[in-house]
């Protein structure tokens, strides 16, 4: 037999963070919260989870709610990774002492990655990455990877703050990293040593699987939002480049992007094994 409805959530979590929700609701539908039953959860999966989402097509009272979670939170689902249909979890937000800790992590691995760098040996190929006024987020670290797993010789920072290299799993150490303050100083050095510089761009109509590189070629990589910092005009010696894309988005992400370019070199280079 059902429990009586109540008005209350099932459980009462302290400092919980509700989301900021906006979503679109048919006929008759209840966007419902309730708090997870952490009685049900192992240890190692309570950590940061406060509340779930139900969506409901009808008028079912929290009692029903109470039971899909009972069933959904036991431990053998949990553990196969298997979610209900409708669930988002809401997980909550860290203090400020928290995130303010993980920041001076973040640096120190930075600042020890860095002075390691500086012994750092060209890869076995002679393509240059140049990472032009990119956020300092986890791309850098992760274009870093795909860098030290292609054999780039190296990569240009061009008004690049310091960033966690750890989702580059050591990469950062590993590469030869340059820093410049702005492009034109990156352009000229690329310029005297004989480098074709190439820029990626969506749209263009010079396809990367029709384009022949040369051995000495620098891949350029703007800003997710902003793209290139330099104006073309500028630069018309700089060729613009697109991977085809088949789909509806407009563009790729710039860590998998840098990923294609690099294995399109190693492939058009690559001698016979």
């Given at each position: 037999m059902s429990q009586p409805v109540s008005s209350k959530p099932i459980l009462e979590i302290p400092r919980l963070q509700w989301a900021s929700l906006s979503l679109p609701l048919q006929t008759r539908t209840r966007l419902m919260l309730v708090t997870c039953i952490f009685n049900h959860l192992p240890t190692h999966f309570r950590g940061g989870i406060t509340a779930c989402i139900i969506h409901q097509r009808n008028e079912n009272s929290?009692?029903?709610?109470?039971?899909?979670?009972?069933?959904?939170?036991?431990?053998?689902?949990?553990?196969?990774?298997?979610?209900?249909?409708?669930?988002?979890?809401?997980?909550?937000?860290?203090?400020?002492?928290?995130?303010?800790?993980?920041?001076?992590?973040?640096?120190?691995?930075?600042?020890?990655?860095?002075?390691?760098?500086?012994?750092?040996?060209?890869g076995v190929h002679e393509f240059i990455v140049v990472l032009d006024h990119m956020k300092a987020g986890f791309n850098v670290a992760k274009i870093f990877r795909s860098a030290e797993a292609f054999g780039a010789h190296e990569?240009?920072?061009?008004?690049?703050?310091?960033?966690?290299?750890?989702?580059?799993?050591?990469?950062?150490?590993?590469?030869?990293?340059?820093?410049?303050?702005?492009?034109?100083?990156?352009?000229?050095?690329?310029?005297?040593?004989?480098?074709?510089?190439?820029?990626?761009?969506?749209?263009?109509?010079?396809?990367?699987?029709?384009?022949?590189?040369?051995s000495k070629i620098a891949f350029v990589l703007g800003h997710e939002e902003w793209g290139h910092s330099f104006k073309e005009e500028d630069y018309p010696e700089i060729l613009s480049v697109s991977i085809p894309q088949f789909g509806q988005v407009e563009s790729l992400n710039v860590s998998v992007a840098a990923s294609i370019v690099m294995y399109e070199y190693v492939r058009q280079h690559q001698g016979p094994v």
């Open positions: 929290l009692d029903n709610c109470h039971g899909l979670c009972a069933d959904w939170m036991c431990p053998g689902r949990l553990m196969s990774n298997q979610r209900p249909p409708g669930f988002i979890m809401i997980r909550e937000r860290k203090s400020k002492k928290e995130r303010r800790a993980e920041r001076d992590q973040a640096m120190l691995r930075y600042t020890k990655q860095r002075q390691r760098n500086l012994l750092a040996k060209f990569v240009h920072l061009v008004n690049i703050g310091p960033f966690d290299p750890a989702p580059g799993k050591g990469a950062f150490k590993k590469v030869p990293a340059r820093f410049f303050d702005n492009f034109d100083q990156s352009y000229r050095e690329l310029t005297k040593r004989g480098y074709q510089i190439v820029k990626l761009e969506g749209g263009c109509k010079r396809l990367l699987t029709n384009f022949r590189m040369d």
